[in-house]
């Protein structure tokens, strides 16, 4: 979120003095993402972690929330696996020994404060970063988790619950007046046009969702949302992934696709980083990979969307969401239908 937590401070204080037995010394506000609340925390002696409070009252975190009795284990594990090319912070047990507390509305999880600045100011990435990404990821693939861990574990099925919802709220804008608020006006004024455009992306997407169903894939550990704002570089060359809550069992080019870019560059380079890991025969699957790219603009726009409508969000808030919409979702939608394309016609029996 881009506001601090109201009256959130002394809340902090009091949970991770009786979680966690930690004494807080100051809490420091940052201001990103848009669907949970996040801090620095410094506590006595002289420690740094990373506390991350998800509001159960938005749809979005009652999801995220839903999502982390799969989601906490798996990062502790990754983090507890020590490897040599990819690692994630590691979430800090209460005193009983669960990975997040809960003080309604609100889910706490701590974890390792990792110091270092995001590659999301990154991009165009470097060839050299895309395959360290590529080698981190093939390495979190491989990766086997406990039985019971595993039956815990969301399965990607091709489905996209969300689409329903996207069509309602899209329909919904046809209604707002200069009556209305400014935001709203302003999110219609950037969204409606498009309307006919995103319901054509949109059956798009449902088309490369039924072909890829019948390519069955073996699926892997995915992080979900690998993107350069979710990973630290160590100084040593090992990629830190952040923000593990879209964690699913699915193909891998669940995590691949957002390397596509240009095939000619971008994508090279991230197979072959990916390849040093994964030395096996193996092949990309291209209308998965054209799925989940436009599944990726789908799903954003309809979070967004959601929010802005339905939820109580405050002015900066708001802001910040209807400008994702504009310079972060529909200013891509051509250049997700042109790789997809160009990525289905070069492809030739559909494997890469």
Not at 22 to 34: A, C, K, M
Not at 98 to 104: F, K, Q
Not at 301 to 306: S, T
Request: charged share 20%; aromatic share 10%; with cysteine.
């Amino acid at each position: 979120m881009k506001m601090p937590l109201s009256k959130g401070d002394e809340l902090i204080r009091t949970l991770l003095l009786e979680q966690w037995h930690l004494e807080v010394t100051g809490i420091h506000f940052i201001p990103i993402g848009d669907s949970a609340y996040s801090y620095r925390v410094e506590v006595r002696p002289n420690s740094s972690y990373y506390l991350k409070v998800i509001d159960q009252r938005m749809s979005a975190g009652r999801r995220t929330a839903a999502h982390m009795g799969f989601t906490l284990p798996l990062q502790h594990l990754v983090a507890k696996l020590h490897l040599a090319e990819v690692n994630a912070p590691l979430s800090q047990p209460t005193i009983t020994g669960a990975l997040h507390a809960i003080h309604e509305p609100f889910l706490f999880a701590l974890y390792t404060f990792i110091h270092g600045e995001t590659q999301a100011s990154a991009y165009p990435m470097a060839p050299a970063l895309i395959g360290r990404i590529g080698q981190a990821l093939a390495t979190l693939h491989t990766i086997r988790i406990p039985e019971a861990l595993q039956q815990r574990s969301p399965q990607d099925r091709l489905t996209a619950p969300f689409d329903a919802d996207l069509l309602t709220d899209l329909a919904a804008l046809e209604t707002i007046s200069s009556h209305d608020a400014l935001y709203l006006q302003r999110l219609r004024e950037v969204t409606w046009p498009r309307r006919e455009q995103i319901r054509a992306f949109l059956a798009h997407c449902q088309e490369y969702a039924s072909k890829a169903q019948q390519t069955p894939v073996s699926a892997v550990i995915c992080h979900g949302d690998a993107w350069g704002g979710n990973m630290i570089l160590s100084p040593s060359g090992r990629l830190i992934l952040l923000d593990w809550e879209s964690a699913v069992m699915a193909p891998p080019e669940r995590d691949a696709f957002l390397y596509l870019g240009y095939l000619g560059t971008e994508f090279t380079a991230f197979d072959a980083g990916y390849r040093m890991i994964h030395q096996e025969p193996m092949h990309w699957h291209a209308q998965w990979l054209a799925y989940y790219a436009y599944r990726r603009q789908l799903r954003n726009l309809a979070h967004w969307l959601h929010n802005l409508l339905h939820e109580p969000l405050d002015a900066v808030q708001r802001d910040n969401d209807v400008t994702m919409i504009e310079y972060h979702c529909l200013d891509r939608l051509e250049s997700v239908e042109r790789t997809a394309t160009e990525l289905v016609a070069s492809s030739g029996d559909e494997r890469i």
